[in-house]
């Protein structure tokens, strides 16, 4: 299928719709926590009737079927406003390119148009307590008992899992096999029976996180994403996915992070003039240009035909560095301001919330230690790690609960 890449003008003439449709309909201000919800849910919608709601994804499960040139001129204009889509980036970015890389027609064509219709929430269920950055090493199981599989364990660390209707499940289905080729990726409905969800409170009192238990929960079998006990492809297939997503999220300029939010920060302390200050912001710029045009290329190779693969993790570890870079700057231009402020201070709140939270861009979605290792063996081809348990049947380790 061919993809229309769209002429100098066509893009511009694309731009200027989607500018005016922004200016009639992005909210004047982002809603609260007790309408977020609804909110997200009507944006969403909304986009989806302007043809604005999966502008790459194919047109059979409800996408615009236009090139990455076209998802850049929206993400350009929508990148000056605050828009309440941030429920749906675990679905839009992580879990719906992997249902329709990997999912049946029918999971295809049930799940994915809702997703873009702002229906339906999704959530990402890797992470347990004994199973982070090796996520496979999760002790969660999902046991065969007629025409369902039943589910018991433990997640953690589960973005948007409090408003989520859908989760991609990735459980142990045959411990007697390596932990890489034992696993299986499913579609969980998270309102199903003995589905729990728990809130993790971080330092801000704010609840990002969650802990998701399973107490019996039965999945059909049609509900599985690829394979049974091919669940580690499925994963390595969602975690690039995963990755290209957090590399490439264009944040709002109003972001206390972004190199905009930092110019108006350094008037508003009136170092402008400065040069040392001139030079840090000077270099965060061209940090962010470059890290913007990588995500550029790959989103455009993608939609060539050739998936990132590896060198999402190139992305995602220079977005980790690069909000680094932007804390260190802050810190530069507002010293103690970044870690105290006035009552009432929105601004100053807002920036050291930025701060406070710029720490788990390092951690989310794999380490930046994780993300070396991947670079090092897939792209530079150094040599593997030692895995002295990658052919020992899952059931035989020592690891998470299992070491007693």
């Known amino acids: 299928m061919s993809v229309p890449n769209g002429s100098p003008t066509e893009l511009q003439e694309y731009r200027d719709g989607v500018r005016s449709w922004l200016k009639a309909n992005a909210p004047a201000s982002m809603p609260s926590a007790a309408e977020l919800i609804p909110a997200a849910k009507a944006f969403q919608a909304a986009l989806f009737d302007a ?20 998802q850049q001129v929206y993400s350009d204009e929508a ?67 007629g025409d369902a599989w039943v589910v018991n364990g433990q997640k953690v660390w589960t973005t948007n899992a409090q408003w989520a209707d859908f989760g991609a499940l990735l459980a142990r289905t045959d411990p007697d096999r390596p932990k890489h080729s034992g696993l299986t990726m499913f579609i969980l409905d998270m309102h199903a029976p003995g589905v729990t969800v728990r809130p993790l409170k971080d330092m801000s009192g704010r609840a990002p996180f969650n802990e998701v238990y399973f107490d019996d929960v039965r999945i059909p079998v049609d509900a599985v994403i690829g394979q049974v006990n091919a669940g580690w492809n499925a994963a390595v297939t969602m975690l690039g996915h ?20 930092l110019v108006e920060l350094a008037r508003r302390h009136g ?26 290329r790959m989103r455009q190779e993608t939609m060539a035909g050739n998936p990132p693969g590896a060198r999402g993790s190139v992305a995602k570890l220079a977005g980790a560095l690069l ?78 609960t299992q070491r007693g």
């Open 242 to 261: 995963e990755r290209v997503s957090i590399g490439a999220t264009r944040k709002p300029k109003t972001n206390p992070m972004e190199f905009a939010s």
């Open 271 to 296: 170092v402008t003039g400065d040069p040392a200050q001139r030079e840090r912001l000077a270099e965060l710029y061209a940090h962010e240009r470059v890290l913007e045009l990588f995500n550029v």
């Open 79 to 145: 990148a000056a406003y605050e828009l309440p889509t941030y429920p749906f980036i675990i679905g839009m970015g992580m879990c719906g390119p992997t249902v329709n890389d990997l999912g049946t027609g029918e999971q295809r064509t049930s799940y994915l148009p809702r997703l873009l219709r702002g229906e339906d929430i999704w959530c990402q269920l890797f992470s347990e307590p004994g199973a982070g950055s090796d996520v496979a090493s999760l002790q969660t199981r999902a046991v065969l008992d």
């Open 51 to 70: 043809g604005y709601a999966g502008i790459t994804w194919p047109k059979d499960v409800g996408g615009q079927g236009l090139s990455a040139a076209y």
């Open 323 to 400: 909000l680094r870079r932007a804390i260190d700057t802050a810190g530069q231009i507002a010293g103690s301001d970044t870690i105290a402020w006035e009552p009432g201070d929105a601004r100053g709140a807002e920036l050291a919330l930025g701060i406070n939270s710029a720490p788990a861009s390092s951690i989310a979605g794999g380490t930046n230690e994780v993300q070396h290792n991947i670079i090092g063996e897939r792209i530079l081809g150094l040599p593997k790690e030692p895995q002295v348990d990658r052919d020992i049947p899952f059931r035989e380790l020592k690891v998470g």
